[in-house]
């Protein structure tokens, strides 16, 4: 069941981290990343490994797209 939460987030966090792509909204990572960090507690709680798995790519890109636009673009 924590798993398929984890899931959820993370999905949720992706499609969002997809819009933060856009120019000028770098700034959502910053509320995506923890909420993607969430849904990694979830998964590493939980005895399955997707949601945990999701939830790190999600956290790497949101991280990397802050380090692009310099924490702010």
């Known amino acids: ?8 987030i993370g999905a949720i966090a992706l499609v ?3 819009f ?3 120019p000028l909204l770098g700034w ?3 509320l995506i990343v923890p909420i993607a960090v969430v849904g990694l507690a979830l998964g590493a709680i939980s005895d399955k490994t ?3 798995n999701l ?3 999600v956290i790497v890109i949101g991280v990397v797209r802050l380090m ?4 702010i673009i």
């Open 20 to 22: 933060a792509f856009i």
């Open 50 to 52: 997707a949601g945990r």
């Open 16 to 18: 969002l981290a997809v």
């Open 28 to 30: 959502a990572n910053w």
């Open 55 to 57: 939830n790190i790519v």
């Open 1 to 8: 069941m924590l798993n398929i939460a984890s899931l959820v």
């Open 68 to 71: 692009l636009g310099g924490g």
